[in-house]
T-cell receptor, first 113, second 113 residues
Framework: QKEVEQNSGPLSVPEGAIASLNCTYS??????FFWYRQYSGKSPELIMS????GDKEDGRFTAQLNKASQYVSLLIRDSQPSDSATYLC?????????????FGEGTQLTVNP | EPEVTQTPSHQVTQMGQEVILRCVPI?????FYWYRQILGQKVEFLVS????????KSEIFDDQFSVERPDGSNFTLKIRSTKLEDSAMYFC???????????FGSGTRLTVV
């Protein structure tokens, strides 16, 4: 079983629509959860972090976490062509001495004008 | 906005040669990481570093790899004898606290020929 699994994509949505990205993780002791955006040939860019169950909103982005179901999602409202990228779900396990962020394989999103 | 700086942006080396990839993490960050991404694959953890020592390393990080923080600002990854399969994008990252998301540098594309 993969540690972090994302819906395989690619996902294509029209401009202005809601894009929904999903992620499940296998390790129940995972403690913090992140969504990164990666444009082709570029480095991952942190767009959302979520630490407790429920929803967290930041502008057009909403992250949702359900630890009982080991599920994290990202909603992008009013999608724009500039949102076209690969979205990476990342799960963190940490101790005082350090942490390990484990990434999923990513979901490629295309927003069509 | 503070950023993680990596040099060089692209390095070509012959198989068997040693390479050193350099990183300057964000100045008030305490935790440092190296990741790699083989073309078309997911972002993979290599090593985490805290308080001047390795806190965790992956199975990829074998005896050919080493990390060092030679002074208060630089963080380096050395690959002693490069193999063709070491060709990848190498990302340095840092975080201010252990449970925070990481800020990634722009990466070094390593090509082993």
């Amino acid at each position: 079983q993969k540690e972090v699994e994302q819906n395989s994509g690619p996902l294509s949505v029209p401009e202005g629509a809601i894009a929904s990205l999903n992620c499940t993780y296998s390790d129940r002791v995972s403690q913090s959860f992140f969504w990164y955006r990666q444009y082709s040939g570029k480095s991952p860019e942190l767009i959302m972090s979520i630490y407790s169950n429920g929803d967290k909103e930041d502008g057009r982005f909403t992250a949702q976490l359900n630890k009982a179901s080991q599920y994290v999602s990202l909603l992008i409202r009013d999608s724009q062509p500039s949102d076209s990228a690969t979205y990476l779900c990342a799960v963190n396990k940490w101790e005082t001495s350090g942490s390990r962020l484990t990434f999923g394989e990513g979901t490629q999103l295309t927003v069509n004008p | 906005e503070p950023e993680v700086t990596q040099t060089p942006s692209h390095q070509v080396t012959q198989m068997g040669q040693e390479v050193i990839l350099r990183c300057v993490p964000i100045s008030n960050h305490l935790y440092f990481y190296w990741y790699r991404q083989i073309l078309g694959q997911k972002v993979e953890f290599l090593v985490s570093f805290y308080n001047n020592e390795i806190s965790e390393k992956s199975e990829i990080f074998d005896d050919q790899f080493s990390v060092e923080r030679p002074d208060g600002s630089n963080f380096t990854l050395k690959i002693r004898s490069t193999k063709l399969e070491d060709s990848a994008m190498y990302f340095c990252a840092s975080s201010p606290q252990v449970n925070y998301g990481y800020t990634f540098g722009s990466g070094t594309r390593l090509t082993v020929v």
